[in-house]
């Protein structure tokens, strides 16, 4: 019995405990893959042919925040989001053909990445509140 309690507990724990899976925006909920480490982050969707759902980057701080697209095959909406769980800006952006890359830029504390057009197809505008689900 008692080994019992401490799986479940350690299953609680666990849950509790688990990354965001999904965010939410104007009632539209987006599985999301999560770049956590300073290696994915750097990765992106670099070199991918498609994306289902999104791509979530958590930054510490809201700072202003700069992305570009690199070796990005498809294009994307790339959405900066505040400390607060407010867009502050989003960005359709292109597959970089050519050196210099255009550069993205916005105060964030989060990006999330959709394939191009999510964004207007859906009307996520700024100012749209982001949850974050597990």
Known sequence: MKKLIL???LILLLTACSQINYVEINNIKIPVELAATEQQKAQG????????????FSYEDEQ???????????????IFIGKNNKITAIHYALPCKNDPCEIYSGNAKYILELNGNFAAKNGIKEGA??????
């Open 7 to 9: 799986i479940l507990l």
């Open 45 to 56: 969707l670099m070199f991918r042919t498609n994306l289902t759902g999104g791509m979530l």
């Open 64 to 78: 202003m925040q700069q992305f570009w697209m690199k070796n990005t095959l498809i294009p994307l909406d790339i």
């Open 129 to 134: 509140v982001v949850n974050f689900l597990r």
